[in-house]
C-alpha cells in the first residue's frame, strides 16, 4: 500500500520536474498577486501589516487552484487514469498519492516562498514563522478538496472556471483558519487554537478527500 | 405500500400530478394564516420595533435552504447507492428552489441587519456560512449544467452535494459555536421557545406554508423534468399524443 503510494508521488514528480516552468510559474502568480496589493492600496505600513495574512493566504490559495486542472488532465488525455482505473489496487490510495505530489510541487514552495513575501509587507518574526507554518500545514487541505473538484470538472468546456466556483466556497474555512492564525499572531492572541482547527481540516481534507475524489474519476471515466 | 413502484419517473409523474394541487393548497392556506398573525395579529416587538416581523420570512427561508440542501444530499446518495434516475431529477428540481430561499435568507437578513444592526451585512460566522451555502447551490447547478450527459451529471452534482453537506451543521451551530453578532436559535428542541406563542405560531405556520410551497414546486419542475429526460420512452409519447392541439404546433 505504501509503495503504490511512493511509486504514485514518485512518477508524478518525475513528470513535475521534467516541465519546471510549470511549477514556476504557479510560484510566480504567488510573487505577483503578493505585490500588486502594495501597489494597489498604497505602501503604508501599518495597513500592510494588517492586511499580510490575508493577503498572503488569499494569494496561496489561487496558485494552488491555478494549478489544480493539471492534477489529472494529463493523465486523462494520454489514458493514463483509465489504466489507474483498471488496475486492482484502490483509486483512493492513488488519488492521494498524486494529492501528496500535488502537495509537494505547489503547498510546499508556496510555503517556503511566504515569508519572504512577509517581508515585503513588514510582517514580524514570529508572524512570518506563523504564517510559514499555516501554510504549510493547511495547503494539505487544500490540495485534497481541490482534487474533488478536479476530479468532478475533468474533461468538461470551461472546467477551469467550473473548478473555482466549486472549490473556492469549501475552500473558505481553510482560509479564515490560516489567515486567523497569522492574525492572532499580529495582535498578540498566540495561534493555538487557530492551527489546531487548520490540522483538523487538513487531517480530514487528505483522508477522505482523495475517496470522494476517485468517485469523482470514476464518474467522469465512464 | 410499495414505496419503489413510484421511483420508477412513469409512475411516479401522474402521482406528482395528483399530488401538486393539495400542497399548492396547504401552501396558500398556511401561509395566509401565517401572514396574517405575523403583519396584523401578533404585537410590536418593544426592543426591535415593527423590523421584527421579518422573521416571518426570514427563519422560514433559512431553515428551508439548509433542509433543501440536506433533501438534496439525500437524493444525491440515493441516486449513487441504487442508481435511480428519479433522484437525479429530484436533485435538478430542487436545486433552484433551495437557491431561492438560500438568496431570500441573506436577502431579507439584510433588510433586517440594517434597522438593528446598523449594517447591511457583517462578516458574522452564520452569515458568512449561509453566503457559502449559497454557493454551493450555485456550484451545483453550475457543475450539472456542464455536463451533457444526464446521467454524468447528476451523478457528479450527487458527489458534490454529498461533499458540501457537512456545511449544513456548521451554519446550524455557528451561534453556538462562536459568540458573533447573529443571535441565537430562538428554539430549540430541548428548551423550548424563547419568543412569544403568537409570534412563534406565525413563524411556524410561515415556515410549514414555506415547505408545502417547495414540494408543490418541486415536483411541478420534476413533472417537466421527466418529460425532458424521457422523451424518447413510449409511455411520455403517448402521453404528448393524448393532449389535445397544443402540441401539434
Known amino acids: ?222 | 405500500m410499495n414505496w419503489f413502484k413510484f421511483s420508477a419517473p412513469s409512475t411516479f409523474y401522474p402521482l406528482a400530478g395528483r399530488l401538486i394541487p393539495w400542497f399548492a393548497a396547504l401552501a396558500a392556506l398556511f401561509g395566509g394564516v401565517g401572514l396574517w398573525i405575523g403583519l396584523v395579529v401578533a404585537p410590536t416587538d418593544f426592543q426591535q420595533g415593527e423590523a421584527y416581523r421579518i422573521i416571518f420570512i426570514h427563519v422560514g427561508a433559512a431553515w428551508m435552504s439548509m433542509f433543501i440542501y440536506l433533501v438534496m444530499a439525500f437524493w444525491g446518495g440515493m441516486g449513487l447507492a441504487f442508481k435511480t434516475r428519479l433522484s437525479g431529477m429530484m436533485t435538478e428540481a430542487l436545486a433552484p428552489t433551495g437557491t431561492m430561499f438560500a438568496f431570500l435568507s441573506l436577502w431579507t437578513g439584510a433588510l433586517w441587519g440594517r434597522p438593528t444592526w446598523g449594517a447591511w451585512w457583517i462578516w458574522d460566522a452564520r452569515l458568512t456560512s449561509s453566503l457559502i451555502l449559497l454557493f454551493l447551490y450555485i456550484g451545483f447547478i453550475a457543475l450539472t449544467r456542464a455536463i451533457d450527459d444526464p446521467r454524468r451529471a447528476d451523478r457528479a452534482g450527487a458527489v458534490l452535494l454529498l461533499v458540501g453537506v457537512v456545511n449544513v451543521p456548521i451554519i446550524y451551530f455557528s451561534v453556538q459555536w462562536w459568540n458573533t453578532l447573529h443571535q441565537p436559535a430562538s428554539l430549540s428542541v430541548g428548551k423550548g421557545s424563547s419568543m412569544a406563542a403568537i409570534m412563534l405560531w406565525g413563524m411556524l405556520l410561515c415556515t410549514v406554508a414555506m415547505w408545502m410551497y417547495s414540494i408543490a414546486l418541486t415536483l411541478a419542475r420534476v413533472r417537466t423534468i421527466i418529460l425532458v429526460r424521457e422523451r424518447h420512452t413510449d409511455w411520455v409519447r403517448a402521453l404528448l399524443a393524448a393532449l389535445p392541439a397544443q402540441n401539434s404546433r
Open chain 1, 1 to 222: 500500500m505504501l509503495r503504490l503510494i511512493a511509486a504514485i508521488i514518485a512518477r508524478d514528480l518525475r513528470l513535475a520536474l521534467r516541465r519546471p516552468a510549470d511549477l514556476v510559474a504557479v510560484l510566480f502568480f504567488f510573487v505577483i498577486v503578493a505585490s500588486l496589493f502594495p501597489l494597489g492600496v498604497g505602501p503604508e505600513t501599518a495597513l500592510l501589516r494588517q492586511l499580510a495574512p490575508g493577503v498572503l493566504w488569499v494569494g496561496a490559495l489561487l496558485a494552488t487552484l491555478l494549478s489544480l486542472p493539471r492534477l489529472f488532465a494529463d493523465d486523462f488525455r494520454d489514458g493514463t487514469l483509465e489504466q489507474l482505473a483498471l488496475s486492482p489496487h484502490p483509486l483512493g490510495l492513488m488519488v492521494l498519492g498524486k494529492v501528496i505530489a500535488h502537495w509537494l510541487c505547489a503547498g510546499l514552495p508556496l510555503a517556503l516562498l511566504a515569508p519572504v513575501l512577509g517581508l515585503q509587507f513588514d510582517l514580524s518574526a514570529d508572524a512570518l514563522w506563523v504564517l510559514t507554518f499555516s501554510i504549510l500545514l493547511g495547503t494539505p487541505a487544500l490540495s485534497g478538496i481541490g482534487a474533488i473538484g478536479a476530479g468532478l470538472t475533468l474533461g468538461l468546456r470551461g472546467g477551469g472556471v467550473l473548478l473555482s466556483l466549486l472549490v473556492l466556497p469549501l475552500y473558505i474555512p481553510v482560509l479564515i483558519f490560516g489567515a486567523g492564525a497569522v492574525e492572532a499572531t499580529v495582535s498578540g492572541l498566540g495561534a493555538g487554537a487557530h492551527l489546531s482547527l487548520l490540522a483538523a481540516l487538513t487531517v480530514g481534507g487528505v483522508v477522505f478527500a482523495p475517496w470522494a475524489a476517485a468517485l469523482a474519476l470514476k464518474i467522469a471515466l465512464e
